[in-house]
C-alpha cells in the first residue's frame, strides 16, 4: 500500500542549482498535485493536472515547470532555485470529478532548503 | 478566485473542554474536507463532507457542512492532549476538468493536560 510516493524527502541545493521533486502514485487516480507549505501559510497550489497530458498554474506557479510523465507520476522542476523556495513540498492524488469522494491522498513531503 | 479561511488560527485549550474550529469559504461548492497534520508530517484525511447539512462524527471530533452560509465547523468534544495537531479545511472547485482543492491556512492546536 505505498499510495503517494516522493522523491527526495531532503535536499538542500545552491542558488541558481536545479532540481525536480519526482511523485508516483498507485491508486490509478486520474488528478496530481503539488503543494507547498510554509510556516503560517498553510498548503499553497503550485501545479496541478487534472489528467494525464494536462497541466495547470495553481496559486504559486512562478519559478516551477511540471511534468505529467504518465498516469502515476507527476514531477516538479525547479529550474534556478531561489531561497524564497524553501519549503516543504507535497504531492497529493486524487480521483477525479464526482468519481469516489474526491479526497486527496498526500505524499510523506520533500523538505528543500535552498541556500 | 476561491478563498479558504479558517479560525482561529491558534487555539490553546485544556482537556476536558469543547471547543469549534470555523471553516469559511467564498465561492458554491458543496464538497468540503478536513485535514489533520502532526507536526513534522503529512497530511491525514479526517472528514469528507459532500453535501449540505453533512455530519460526520470519528471519536471526539464532529465536522458538519451548510453550503448556504459556505460554512463548515469542526468540533472538538472533551479535548484530549492526543488531538494537539494543525487543522486544515479544504474545498475544491468542482470545475469539470479542472478540479483543484485550496486550503484554509490552518488552526493549530495545542490541549494542555
Known amino acids: 500500500n505505498a499510495g503517494v510516493t516522493q522523491t527526495p524527502k531532503f535536499q538542500v541545493l545552491k542558488t541558481g542549482q536545479s532540481m525536480t521533486l519526482q511523485c508516483a502514485q498507485d491508486m490509478n487516480h486520474n488528478s496530481m498535485y503539488w503543494y507547498r507549505q510554509d510556516p503560517g501559510m498553510g498548503l499553497r497550489l503550485i501545479y496541478y493536472s487534472a489528467s494525464e497530458g494536462t497541466t495547470d498554474k495553481g496559486e504559486v506557479p512562478n519559478g516551477y515547470n511540471v511534468s505529467r510523465l504518465n498516469k502515476r507520476e507527476f514531477s516538479l522542476r525547479l529550474e534556478s532555485a531561489a531561497p524564497s523556495q524553501t519549503s516543504v513540498y507535497f504531492c497529493?492524488?486524487?480521483?477525479?470529478?464526482?468519481?469516489?469522494?474526491?479526497?486527496?491522498?498526500f505524499g510523506e513531503g520533500s523538505r528543500l532548503t535552498v541556500l | 478566485e476561491l478563498k479558504v479561511e479558517q479560525n482561529p488560527l491558534f487555539l490553546s485549550m485544556q482537556e476536558g473542554k469543547n471547543y469549534t474550529i470555523y471553516c469559511n469559504y467564498s465561492?458554491?461548492?458543496?464538497?468540503l474536507y478536513w485535514y489533520r497534520q502532526d507536526p513534522g508530517k503529512s497530511l491525514e484525511s479526517l472528514f469528507v463532507l459532500l453535501s449540505n447539512g453533512a455530519v460526520k462524527q470519528e471519536g471526539r471530533l464532529m465536522a458538519s457542512l451548510d453550503t448556504k452560509a459556505r460554512l463548515s465547523t469542526l468540533h472538538i468534544t472533551a479535548a484530549v492532549h492526543d488531538l494537539s495537531a494543525t487543522y486544515f479545511c479544504?474545498?475544491?472547485?468542482?470545475?469539470?476538468?479542472?478540479?483543484?482543492?485550496?486550503f484554509g491556512t490552518g488552526t493549530r492546536l495545542k490541549v494542555l493536560a
Open positions: 479544504a474545498v475544491d472547485t468542482q470545475k469539470p476538468g479542472t478540479y483543484k482543492y485550496i
Open positions: 497529493a492524488s486524487s480521483a477525479l470529478g464526482r468519481v469516489g469522494t474526491g479526497e486527496l491522498f
Open positions: 465561492t458554491t461548492s458543496d464538497r
